[in-house]
């Protein structure tokens, strides 16, 4: 089978009207492919940068070795960008995919995030007492679906850091 080696990290965020940030990540690819080692996802530690500092700094590692019949499918990370306020209370700072790049190589890429507006009454219940409207259905993030229904606003960027290596994608007539 075909080899997707997928090495780096995720290096931080910036552009998010919060400060204390962290971030849980997944990686979902398609029936096609197999995750052979790594983690399909995790969540960063919350990085409390000093005031004036305009990103968070996770430095969180990825790794993930996959295998895949076909490029049907082919891997995407998702994020959701939570913030903590001094009481530990989690509220939605962003939510945000991307592919993962096809060619070999180091590959820098910074990813754009969106939080749900939500209906008048849900600003001002989030306003007086917080919590920000969230989708109720997760898989709305990478699927493209029902998506460009939501109305969304733009929340901040998530910056990567990935090595790919692909491995016997020719020797299995698997084109990329």
Known sequence: MAELHVVGEIVGAMGFEDRNLFCKWGLEAGSMWELVEGESGGQTHCDY??????CVVWAHPVDAHFAAKSLVGWPKMWFQVWSM????????????????????????LDV??????????????????????RLKFEEVIHQPGDRFRLQTKAAGVVRLRLGVCVKDFDKYNVRH
């Open 49 to 54: 940068p000093p005031e004036g500092e305009p």
């Open 85 to 108: 306020d001094q009481h530990g209370a989690k509220d939605l700072a962003g939510y945000g995919f991307a592919h993962v790049p096809t060619a070999a190589g180091e590959h820098e």
């Open 112 to 133: 754009a995030t969106w939080c749900p507006e939500g209906t008048a009454a849900e600003k001002l219940s989030a306003f007086f007492v917080g919590g920000r409207p």
